[in-house]
């Protein structure tokens, strides 16, 4: 049986996978080096080292999509839409975290839009097979507190969003839409999918509502932090069920 140990306490950011098998020492390496890469990140925010922080999120999601694939089931690879889908998202969210450090202005805000956009949208691709089992085709009534939180947070973002607000609602929807089908793969995937939602709403709520401060750009990069690597948890523990239904 597949058991999952997440915990995201001050400085740790711990992950323990079991397969059944031990995780290996690959695997570990990397979730050690993610959550270290993490705690110097929010630090340096914390302390107010730009040059730190940038090089430390730079470093992010190259490192998970390494324990991403050190965590891949042994022998055929199952799901393998769902295996590409993640490494494309996980590539676009790390240009995602780079692109805001070679723009300026608003042309960093859209570029960084943009990229993740590529980023949910390579996740709806994987997650889109299994919606059946997903809020959607399960439960459409809990889709509720999700249709309520994008539009509050577009109501929220709107009167200063000025010619921002279209691929902000377009973002918002598609940031919405892999949040829900994320609830297809099971409860750790859709917890990762809702806070990724929580995040992205932050990053929105300081770029339109003045919201500022290390406060909330700590608060930014931890949920971002925690919500990618549970969603590569989820995934792989997903498939690795998969795997043994085959």
Same mark, same amino acid.
């Given at each position: 049986m597949t058991v999952i140990? !997440?915990?995201?306490?001050? %400085?740790?950011?711990? &992950?323990? $996978?079991?397969y059944g098998d031990p995780m290996s020492t690959t695997a570990r390496?990397?979730?050690?080096?993610?959550?270290?890469?993490?705690?110097?990140?929010?630090?340096?925010?914390?302390?107010?080292?730009?040059?730190?922080?940038n090089l430390s999120q730079w470093l992010l999601m190259p490192v998970?999509?390494?324990?991403?694939?050190?965590?891949?089931?042994?022998?055929?690879?199952?799901?393998?839409?769902l295996r590409t889908a993640t490494l494309?998202?996980?590539?676009?969210?790390?240009?995602?975290?780079?692109?805001?450090?070679?723009?300026?202005?608003?042309?960093?805000?859209i570029a960084m839009v943009a990229c993740f956009l590529c980023a949910q949208i390579?996740? !709806?691709?994987?997650?889109? %097979?299994?919606?059946? &089992?997903? $809020?959607l085709g399960r439960a459409r009534g809990l889709?509720?507190?999700?249709?309520?939180?994008?539009l509050v947070l577009i109501a929220a973002c709107a009167p200063a969003a000025g010619p921002l607000l279209v691929p902000v609602v377009i973002y918002g929807l598609a940031l919405t839409a892999m949040a829900v089908l994320a609830t297809g793969l099971g409860r750790l995937a859709g917890l990762g999918g809702?806070?990724?939602?929580?995040?992205?709403?932050?990053?929105?709520?300081?770029?339109?509502?003045?919201?500022?401060?290390?406060?909330?750009?700590?608060?930014?990069?931890?949920t971002y932090a925690v919500a990618q690597a549970l969603l590569v948890i989820a995934i792989q523990r997903f498939r690795q069920q998969a795997q043994r239904r085959e």
């Amino acid at each position: 049986m597949t058991v999952i140990q !997440i915990s995201y306490a001050g %400085p740790r950011l711990v &992950a323990a $996978v079991k397969y059944g098998d031990p995780m290996s020492t690959t695997a570990r390496g990397a979730f050690t080096a993610y959550g270290l890469l993490s705690v110097v990140n929010l630090v340096a925010i914390g302390a107010s080292n730009a040059g730190l922080s940038n090089l430390s999120q730079w470093l992010l999601m190259p490192v998970l999509a390494a324990a991403f694939l050190a965590l891949t089931p042994r022998g055929p690879h199952p799901l393998p839409r769902l295996r590409t889908a993640t490494l494309a998202a996980l590539g676009f969210s790390w240009l995602g975290d780079l692109a805001p450090d070679f723009f300026t202005g608003d042309a960093a805000f859209i570029a960084m839009v943009a990229c993740f956009l590529c980023a949910q949208i390579a996740f !709806i691709v994987g997650f889109l %097979p299994h919606w059946r &089992a997903s $809020v959607l085709g399960r439960a459409r009534g809990l889709l509720v507190p999700y249709a309520v939180t994008f539009l509050v947070l577009i109501a929220a973002c709107a009167p200063a969003a000025g010619p921002l607000l279209v691929p902000v609602v377009i973002y918002g929807l598609a940031l919405t839409a892999m949040a829900v089908l994320a609830t297809g793969l099971g409860r750790l995937a859709g917890l990762g999918g809702a806070i990724f939602m929580l995040s992205d709403s932050l990053i929105a709520l300081g770029a339109f509502r003045d919201w500022n401060g290390r406060g909330l750009s700590v608060a930014i990069m931890a949920t971002y932090a925690v919500a990618q690597a549970l969603l590569v948890i989820a995934i792989q523990r997903f498939r690795q069920q998969a795997q043994r239904r085959e």
